[in-house]
């Protein structure tokens, strides 16, 4: 408050005292040189409060890019059961992200399926929760329709087998 009080008397008063020191009388030449004194002063004063406030060993910290929680990478798919959703399971990693961004398009009777685990969601894709149990990890992908197709890794060409219960 003492700042912005401090400001608005330079803005005020200033002017009005160089206008002073130029046409006014010796009284008032006076009452301007004193008046950008008083203004002066204060400035130095707050300054110096300000100054003290700041203290001896500050903090510098820097931009630096966050390290991912997760590995992102594109896993190959171990098991995949087709029915009203797609669910894919895969060997999990020891720092094994939280979503995944999966395309599935389909080609005759087969479905092909890419996998892509990403750090978090984006506005650019829609990605879909990863579940870990133990060491296998787990999407679901809804389908529109219930589907026989057959599950091929889109990547290799390979089929990817039913999961063995």
């Given at each position: 408050m003492l700042a912005l009080s401090l400001s608005v008397a330079w803005?005020?008063?200033a002017p009005l005292?160089?206008?002073?020191?130029?046409k006014g009388s010796t009284a008032e030449r006076m009452g301007a040189i004193l008046t950008?004194?008083?203004?002066e002063g204060g400035t130095i004063v707050m300054?110096?409060?300000?100054?003290d406030?700041?203290?001896?060993?500050?903090?510098?910290?820097h931009d630096l890019s966050p390290t991912p929680a997760c590995d992102e990478r594109t896993p190959a798919p171990r098991s995949a059961r087709v029915g009203k959703a797609l669910v894919l399971t895969w060997p999990a990693v020891r720092r094994?992200?939280?979503?995944?961004?999966?395309?599935?398009?389909?080609?005759?009777?087969?479905l092909l399926v890419w996998v892509r685990t990403v750090p978090g969601p984006d506005d650019r894709r829609t990605v879909l929760p990863v579940r870990v149990k133990g060491d296998t990890a787990?999407?679901?992908v809804p389908?529109?329709?219930?589907?026989?197709?057959?599950?091929?890794?889109?990547?290799s060409g390979r089929r990817i087998p039913a999961p063995m219960t």
């Open positions: 803005l005020l008063l005292s160089l206008w002073l020191l130029v950008l004194a008083l203004l300054n110096q409060l300000a100054e406030s700041i203290p001896e060993h500050s903090v510098v910290s094994e992200c939280e979503t995944a961004e999966v395309t599935v398009r389909a080609k005759g009777r087969r787990r999407v679901t389908l529109p329709e219930r589907s026989d197709h057959i599950p091929v890794d889109g990547r």
